[in-house]
């Protein structure tokens, strides 16, 4: 019997999805698309969870559109963190690439703060801010600068609480010290020495696009905003911005320090993370809020219990799980694990957030009641 995607049998898919992924992924509507790849929504078939998986037609692709591309696979492989989204399986085929992706449930932030037409409370904004600060740090002490970053490319995470930086198609390496000279990303998100299409010191091109994020946040719009992308240039050139008045001083101090024309006067990562308002309110992260990101994260218990399971589904051999894992691969059996990590995971939290919700205490008869749980009893 022939798996059903969406109407079509896999035989008669095959020209427009390779036989590849087909019985492993059911790929429902397209969540977006671009000049040469289009996101669906699908089903990972085994396990029934939920992924975005960007598909690539490689035909269409030049040598720079294709040397993009691997980058940006080299990138996502090397960045595993909670505030990045993650890449679960690799699949090559002769005329698509297929990138299975972490599916975010809520969103991106640019639709988030279009809905806030006067920007989001700081506090919101902070917490928000605070974890792009977190995902760019760690890029950067990779050696990765990302390069487009901008609201559309900030993904919510509702049930976990988070927001994760997605599309790493302009990403690089870079070595500290040495300039970049690739001009990329999108105007009104770019820094004054990219659009002039100098070298660039890589870290700092992405200091100037997170000081636009906050600005948008915090405001409701971009700072650089004009009627044609030549006033917006212009702007930009000049580093002029109008500040509404109920931004605090302390987040316009901030503002300040990464919209700064010169890049060499731009404020440091470090720097921005040791801000007084962003360290605001601050708590150390717990394992119980963290999201899955490495196999060290799952008990052994689970551990087990996950090969087990992936052995009776006929996945792969036990020895075959183990090499995958210790090689660090993105292929079918590892993206396969990991999900079913994931939704242990989500279990557990759900267990734990059961057993901290106070317990509801039954009346011991019709005349005396306790009316503790609704918050009546002094």
């Known amino acids: 019997m022939q798996r059903s995607f969406g109407g079509l049998s896999a035989a008669s898919r095959a020209g427009v999805y390779d036989g590849k992924i087909a019985g492993l992924y059911d790929l429902e509507e397209t969540l977006g698309s671009g000049h040469f790849a ?21 035909t269409k692709l030049d040598e720079i ?7 940006e696979v080299r990138c996502m492989k090397l960045v595993q963190h909670p505030n990045v989204v993650r890449l679960y399986e690799v699949i090559d085929t002769q005329t698509k690439l ?32 605070r974890q792009i600060v977190r995902a760019i740090s760690y890029c950067h002490q990779l050696h990765v600068v990302h390069r487009d970053l901008k609201p559309e490319n900030v993904v ?3 049930k976990l609480g988070v927001v994760k930086l997605t599309d790493f198609g302009f990403s690089n390496k870079f070595c500290p010290g040495q300039k970049l000279e690739t001009s990329c990303g999108s105007l009104a998100y770019s820094a004054p020495e990219i659009l002039l299409g100098d070298s660039y010191d890589a870290p700092a091109v992405d200091v100037w696009s997170l000081g636009v994020i906050l600005f948008m946040l915090v405001c409701g719009h971009p700072p650089f ?15 002029k911005y109008t500040m509404p008045a109920h931004v605090s001083d302390g987040c316009r101090n901030l503002i300040s320090k990464m919209l700064v024309r010169e890049p060499e006067k731009r404020a440091t990562l470090q720097q921005i993370a040791l801000d007084v308002w962003l360290m605001e ?14 196999r060290e994260q799952v008990s052994e218990e689970d551990h087990t219990l996950i090969i087990q399971k992936m052995i009776n589904g006929k996945i792969a051999t036990k020895e075959e799980i183990l090499e995958a894992l210790d090689r660090n691969e993105y292929n079918h059996i590892t993206a396969t694990y990991f ?13 734990e957030a059961q057993k901290r919700k106070p317990e509801l205490t039954l009346p011991v008869s019709n005349s005396t009641r306790n009316l503790t749980f609704l918050g009546l009893h002094s």
């Open 98 to 129: 297929y990138l299975i992706l972490e599916l975010g449930d809520g969103g991106d932030l640019y639709d988030y703060i279009m809905r806030h037409e006067k920007g989001l409370s700081e506090n919101v904004a902070r917490e928000y801010f």
């Open 65 to 71: 559109s294709r040397a993009h591309l691997f980058q």
């Open 339 to 351: 999900l079913l990590a994931e939704r242990k995971l989500r279990a557990h939290r759900q267990e």
């Open 225 to 239: 905003q004009e009627a044609n992308d030549s006033e917006t240039l212009t702007m930009i050139m000049d580093c």
């Open 281 to 294: 309110g601050s708590c150390e992260e717990t394992p119980e809020n963290q999201p899955l990101v490495s």
């Open 156 to 158: 919510f995470f509702e």
């Open 38 to 58: 289009v996101v669906k929504l699908a089903r990972h078939v085994f396990t029934g969870e939920k992924v975005a998986v960007k598909v690539i037609e490689k």
